[in-house]
């Protein structure tokens, strides 16, 4: 009798014991939720196309013609040189004094000169002829109608000292100094074997492209001549 007892008593206490919640009943894991990541891609800006302020210029060596009536010509840009210095000599600049005044000393060597440009430039060599087309002599353009063209600035040439100047390297003369006159233009005889030839000196940025840079001539009020130097 006692052993029921007992018994019926461990029953009961397990009983209290559920229903008094001493139980231990695990808790639910929550399920993970999704994470969506929005990532936004700016597009990289279009680069402006650049602008050709000549489209319809001409190739080197294709003649422009200009003038009138009997006293015509035609005017050619025939190629260019690029140089980063270049050395000139001159009767009259072999002088101690007049050497130093045009460059240092020590770049004064057998007579020549060494002519350097501004920082981040260069020296631009540029080749004309000119063709009397008439029967008569024709005016030909001055080096102060032709300028280079280069990221929209124009850049006028750089004289030399006279006609007697030589620049190391170049056979011919400067272009306005083979028409006798030196700065100015001057007549050119008809026929092509009185074709005047010669050379304009700018100094431009080094960085410039062959493909941006153009050549410009005004030959006449209304002839204006434009070359792609590539």
């Not at 190739?59 to 690029?82: C, D, I, P, Q």
């Not at 050395?87 to 045009?102: A, G, H, I, Y």
């Not at 306005?176 to 100015?184: C, E, H, N, R, V």
Request: with cysteine; hydrophobic share 35%.
């Amino acid at each position: 009798m006692k052993r029921l007892a007992v018994s019926l008593f461990f029953s009961l206490l397990i009983v209290f014991l559920v229903s008094a919640g001493c139980t231990n009943t695990p808790a639910p894991v929550p399920e993970p939720v999704a994470t969506t990541v929005v990532t936004t891609v700016t597009p990289a800006p279009t680069p402006a196309p650049t602008q050709n302020p000549f489209p319809n210029a001409s190739a080197l060596n294709v003649a422009s013609a200009f003038g009138s009536g009997t006293k015509t010509g035609e005017l050619t840009v025939t190629g260019f040189t690029v140089r980063p210095t270049y050395s000139w000599v001159d009767p009259s600049w072999n002088s101690p004094r007049e050497q130093k005044e045009s460059s240092d000393p020590l770049d004064t060597q057998k007579g020549y000169n060494t002519k350097k440009p501004g920082d981040g430039n260069t020296f631009l060599f540029v080749y004309l002829s000119v063709t009397s087309t008439g029967t008569e002599a024709v005016w030909a353009p001055s080096p102060a109608q032709i300028a280079v063209i280069h990221g929209g600035k124009s850049y006028t040439y750089s004289p030399l000292a006279s006609e007697k100047t030589v620049v190391d390297g170049e056979l011919g003369k400067q272009y306005d100094f083979q028409l006798g006159s030196g700065g100015t233009g001057g007549y050119v005889q008809p026929g092509k074997s009185n074709t005047v030839k010669g050379f304009l000196i700018y100094e431009i940025p080094a960085s410039f492209t062959p493909d941006t840079t153009f050549v410009v001539a005004n030959a006449g009020a209304q002839t204006q001549s434009v070359w792609k130097l590539a």
